[in-house]
């Protein structure tokens, strides 16, 4: 342990003291975050009604406050506002500031340049916690949630802060780590839509959690089958629907994993028309935060080619999947939400200008989304640009506009590869 970490007992915290671990379940805090600081007496009365019996502090991130019974002030140095990562507000002091999480969503706190750094760090350390994952489940071995519960909470964090830097990541194409990929994904997409729908805090984290892992199955299956972009043969359907009853093995060993998490994995196949699979269940026979979980992986599942077809450009997505949801097939009142949440120009959409211009959206105002920030690429000639040039549609002096969203994956329209963002 280092040495600005202290282990405590619940009678000892104090208003200031920043918490890193407590002796009880993630899933049992009463905090959305298992990492923050105490802000009043109430959060101490909280912790002792969950069961908190120890904790363990940061001294270089705690302040301890003077109140009216304690004037003797603290020494220890308070690191927490010059935490990049931390949120300076978490889920909960934004309810208390009379701000709901789902209007944060449309508010960033920071600019996306500066958020997306945070996410990509945040991603990098959540492949390391999956791949620890992975080899427990190779290992038939218990998946223990400490690895993966902060994971949920930065991921909120960093939701409301700007969601535009998770969603970015989401839309990257992508060449290796698929699964993790895909699951990471999954779970940003799913969030924001619960976020936004005012879903509560203790439902977020069974929410991110079943989204995390509702592919876990695959882990011990041919990941060649994982999105091979061809119609499966009838022996490869069937061993890629045994992912769902391979998942219900893998995470019915961990007791900390919540029931209904576990059920959620189970049911991300499921359509509301009960088409679905394995139980051919309706959307009246659905818990929401299913139907939610069953959108996000299907709109993933369909940008980056992760069915038995090859995947197709956001906008075309977001059409198919609303057409879907016109035959009841899908949950339309989330449809709707996601459409809403993504814009008409989905981050990363590759699209032609009046100027017959050709660039990328990079960022999306909700409130025009007509108007998004377009990366330059293509010249009005055709030709590639040296020097990409950044616009935002809203303050454009030679009032440019979206003539349509293009196919970057036609060689025609993007003979130099410019189009595609790419991760590693």
Known sequence: MGSTLKKITIDELEVGLFIVEMDISWIKSPFLLHRRA????????????????????DLNKSQLIETENDSSGSDIKDNL????????????????????????LDEPSVLLSEEINRA?????????????????????????IEKISPVIDETVSSLLRNSQALLTLMNLKRYEEKLFSHSFSVMTLALTLAIKDGVEDEDLKILGMAALLHDIGWAQLPLNLFGQNRKYSDN?????????????????RSD????????????????????GYPDGL???????????????????????????????????????????????????YYVEMLIKLLGIYPLCSAVELTSKEKGVVIEVARDKPLEPVVRILY?????????????????????RQIKSVINCLDENVDPHNLLVMAQA
């Not at 935490?83 to 209007?103: F, H, K, L, R, Y």
């Not at 900390?256 to 088409?275: A, P, Q, T, V, W």
């Not at 959307?283 to 993933?300: E, K, M, S, V």
């Not at 009005?380 to 990409?388: I, Q, R, T, W």
């Open 282 to 332: 309706t959307q009246g026979q659905l818990d929401p935060l299913a139907r939610i979980l069953i959108l996000a992986d299907y709109y993933d599942e369909m940008i980056h080619g992760l069915l038995d077809k090859p995947g197709l450009i956001s906008a075309e997505a977001l059409k198919f999947l609303y057409k879907e949801s016109i035959q009841k097939k899908l949950d339309k």
């Open 81 to 104: 506002e010059n935490d990049p990562i931390i949120a300076e507000s978490s889920p909960m002091q934004t309810q208390e500031a009379g701000v709901s999480n789902s209007q944060k």
């Open 379 to 399: 010249s009005s000639d055709g030709n590639a640009l040296a020097e990409p040039s950044i616009i935002n549609l809203q303050k454009d002096d030679k009032s």
């Open 256 to 275: 900390d994993i919540h029931e209904r998490s576990k059920r959620l994995i189970l049911l991300h196949h499921e359509r509301s028309d009960g088409s």
């Open 120 to 144: 990509t760090i945040l991603k990098k350390q959540a492949n390391e916690s999956f791949q620890q994952i992975n080899e427990a489940v190779k290992s038939n071995q218990a998946i223990s």
């Open 38 to 57: 105490i802000k009043t007496k109430n959060d101490i009365i909280l912790l002792k009604k969950a069961g908190v019996k120890c904790l363990t502090i």
């Open 236 to 252: 490869e359907l069937k061993v890629v629907r045994q992912h769902l009853k391979i998942s219900n093995v893998i995470v019915s």
